[in-house]
């Protein structure tokens, strides 16, 4: 297994490399400071705003995938063996606008301060690079996260729906062959940095993982680092010690047997929610809403699990569908119900010397209906989550598993809302529903903080009881948005 001290990423067609990094300096930094490319900006530092955007370039089956990434809690050596695209790369070597460029430009109104507008060129980049065709869907999906205070997006939106015209052979397209050539060369490299009193490894294979793993128990586990870059950026907290997970192929697939669907721990969100569609079409509706494509690419379901936020907005779905999780250590493998793997706020039963595998995702073959509720419709963080799991047999619910987030330290199953509706009748009559409201207050005494009262909580949770089996009544969604 060959290995490097040094990242190693390919720009402008060579690779470059970093020695002696900071593993806990991010990308947008590192590119700002270190490279003195500072047409990308830095606004929240926390993933939200897409000022920071940029594009990485990944090898699979010889083909490059290419990926938006919030650069601003994107740590630096993650982009190892990777492509990396700054707003900077777009124009070729004889000064000629790329095409998503040239779009912003003939749309005067798409940018006013234009401190947002780097973010908003990548993010056109992406959609230029991934689909051969742009509709209002596309746009939205893709460029939710890009925030701008100035122009009203009209602009913005007429650019993009203008790469409908464009021809898709750009320089980036012109030079494959030589970027894949490059990125095979460093593909195959585990990183290994000891810099700056601190440790951080990217292993390539599980036997690999689980030899760094007996000799660095205490090290920080991480993915998509959607949350941990927080930590890095607002917090402001040094992590001495990181095993960076989703360097490992071997964790990012996905696979059906006749009971489970089976989702490798690195499997990113995006990959995800395609495939669930044909399954549980709520949960891929919920998680487009779960945050921009940017985090998307990178987060992952094992992610959300290991750091058992109770706003983890997978979290209600996945305990209403019953799903477990598969924990590995050096020579054992167990599986955990999910509904038994958090203890508390934040803490679980990983212990040290672990790793999340897989989560086993059952097939169910009722009804699944998940609920987000929150202050913006898309890229924000949940006041209240719930997934409602149903199975009705002669007009009797047969089988219920409710679970709510956002209402007690951890995501949690609603056991009395299911003692009520178990065995009723469809559809439920009015006095069964207030029955089920009132069960709300002996599962949960939610909590009061920035994002919602502990009343208001209480009060939603109820109406979404209410709400889930009016639209099973109907047999319609029920929603202002779509």
């Given at each position: 297994m060959p290995t490097s001290d040094t990242i190693k990423f390919i720009r402008e067609g060579q690779i470059h490399e970093v020695k002696n990094a900071d593993s806990n300096e991010t990308v947008l930094n590192y590119v700002r400071t270190k490279l003195k490319k500072t047409g990308s900006k830095e606004s929240c530092a926390s993933g939200d705003c897409s000022s920071c955007l940029m594009v990485l370039g990944e090898l699979k089956n010889n083909k490059i995938n290419y990926k938006t990434i919030n650069s601003c809690i994107s740590l630096l050596p993650t982009i190892h063996s990777k492509q990396l695209i700054i707003i900077e790369d777009l124009v070729d070597k004889n000064g000629n606008l790329h095409p998503v460029q040239s779009a912003m430009l003939k749309n005067p109104s798409s940018t006013q301060c234009g401190f947002c507008t780097p973010g908003v060129t990548m993010s056109l980049f992406g959609i230029f690079k991934n689909y051969s065709k742009v509709n209002d869907e596309t746009i939205k999906s893709n460029m939710e996260g890009n925030i701008c205070r100035c122009t009203g997006y009209k602009g913005i939106i007429q650019a993009a729906k203008s790469l409908n015209n464009k021809n898709r052979i750009d320089h980036f397209a012109r030079g494959k062959k030589n970027t894949i050539r490059l990125l095979k060369k460093i593909n195959n490299e585990s990183l290994v940095i000891y810099s700056k009193g601190k440790r951080f490894f990217a292993p390539k294979y599980v036997t690999e993982l689980k030899k760094i793993l007996k000799k660095n128990k205490d090290a920080k586990l991480i993915?998509?680092?959607?949350?941990?870059?927080?930590?890095?950026?607002?917090?402001?907290?040094?992590?001495?010690?990181?095993?960076?997970?989703?360097?490992?192929?071997?964790?990012?697939?996905?696979?059906?047997?006749?009971?489970?669907?089976?989702?490798?721990?690195?499997?990113?969100?995006?990959?995800?929610?395609?495939?669930?569609?044909?399954?549980?079409?709520?949960?891929?509706?919920?998680?487009?809403?779960?945050?921009?494509?940017?985090?998307?690419?990178?987060?992952?379901?094992?992610?959300?699990?290991?750091?058992?936020?109770?706003?983890?907005?997978?979290?209600?779905?996945?305990?209403?569908?019953?799903?477990?999780?598969?924990?590995?250590?050096?020579?054992?493998?167990?599986?955990?119900?999910?509904?038994?793997?958090?203890?508390?706020?934040?803490?679980?039963?990983?212990?040290?010397?672990?790793?999340?595998?897989?989560?086993?995702?059952?097939?169910?073959?009722?009804?699944?209906?998940?609920?987000?509720?929150?202050?913006?419709?898309?890229?924000?963080?949940?006041?209240?989550?719930?997934?409602?799991?149903?199975?009705?047999?002669?007009?009797?619910?047969?089988?219920?598993?409710?679970?709510?987030?956002?209402?007690?330290?951890?995501?949690?199953?609603?056991?009395?809302?299911?003692?009520?509706?178990?065995?009723?009748?469809?559809?439920?009559?009015?006095?069964?529903?207030?029955?089920?409201?009132?069960?709300i207050d002996i599962d949960f005494k939610a909590i009061s903080d920035m994002r919602a009262s502990g009343k208001y909580r209480m009060e939603v949770a109820k109406n979404l009881i209410e709400k889930c089996f009016l639209e099973i009544k109907h047999e319609k969604r029920i929603s202002v948005y779509d």
């Amino acid at each position: 297994m060959p290995t490097s001290d040094t990242i190693k990423f390919i720009r402008e067609g060579q690779i470059h490399e970093v020695k002696n990094a900071d593993s806990n300096e991010t990308v947008l930094n590192y590119v700002r400071t270190k490279l003195k490319k500072t047409g990308s900006k830095e606004s929240c530092a926390s993933g939200d705003c897409s000022s920071c955007l940029m594009v990485l370039g990944e090898l699979k089956n010889n083909k490059i995938n290419y990926k938006t990434i919030n650069s601003c809690i994107s740590l630096l050596p993650t982009i190892h063996s990777k492509q990396l695209i700054i707003i900077e790369d777009l124009v070729d070597k004889n000064g000629n606008l790329h095409p998503v460029q040239s779009a912003m430009l003939k749309n005067p109104s798409s940018t006013q301060c234009g401190f947002c507008t780097p973010g908003v060129t990548m993010s056109l980049f992406g959609i230029f690079k991934n689909y051969s065709k742009v509709n209002d869907e596309t746009i939205k999906s893709n460029m939710e996260g890009n925030i701008c205070r100035c122009t009203g997006y009209k602009g913005i939106i007429q650019a993009a729906k203008s790469l409908n015209n464009k021809n898709r052979i750009d320089h980036f397209a012109r030079g494959k062959k030589n970027t894949i050539r490059l990125l095979k060369k460093i593909n195959n490299e585990s990183l290994v940095i000891y810099s700056k009193g601190k440790r951080f490894f990217a292993p390539k294979y599980v036997t690999e993982l689980k030899k760094i793993l007996k000799k660095n128990k205490d090290a920080k586990l991480i993915g998509g680092q959607t949350d941990v870059g927080l930590m890095v950026t607002q917090e402001e907290k040094e992590i001495d010690n990181m095993i960076y997970l989703s360097s490992i192929s071997e964790l990012n697939y996905i696979k059906t047997t006749k009971k489970y669907i089976e989702v490798g721990s690195q499997t990113p969100l995006t990959d995800f929610e395609f495939f669930i569609e044909k399954y549980y079409p709520d949960f891929t509706r919920m998680l487009k809403r779960y945050g921009s494509v940017g985090i998307r690419n990178f987060g992952t379901l094992a992610g959300n699990i290991q750091t058992a936020s109770p706003i983890g907005d997978s979290l209600p779905a996945l305990l209403a569908l019953e799903a477990k999780v598969v924990l590995k250590s050096i020579k054992k493998t167990k599986i955990v119900p999910l509904d038994n793997f958090f203890i508390g706020y934040r803490k679980t039963k990983l212990k040290k010397g672990q790793f999340i595998s897989a989560i086993l995702i059952p097939l169910h073959k009722g009804i699944l209906k998940i609920y987000k509720i929150s202050k913006r419709y898309g890229d924000d963080i949940s006041s209240v989550c719930a997934a409602f799991n149903i199975e009705i047999k002669d007009k009797k619910i047969k089988f219920i598993k409710l679970a709510f987030g956002g209402m007690a330290a951890v995501p949690k199953i609603a056991s009395a809302v299911e003692k009520v509706l178990l065995n009723s009748p469809v559809p439920i009559t009015e006095q069964k529903i207030n029955k089920a409201r009132q069960a709300i207050d002996i599962d949960f005494k939610a909590i009061s903080d920035m994002r919602a009262s502990g009343k208001y909580r209480m009060e939603v949770a109820k109406n979404l009881i209410e709400k889930c089996f009016l639209e099973i009544k109907h047999e319609k969604r029920i929603s202002v948005y779509d």
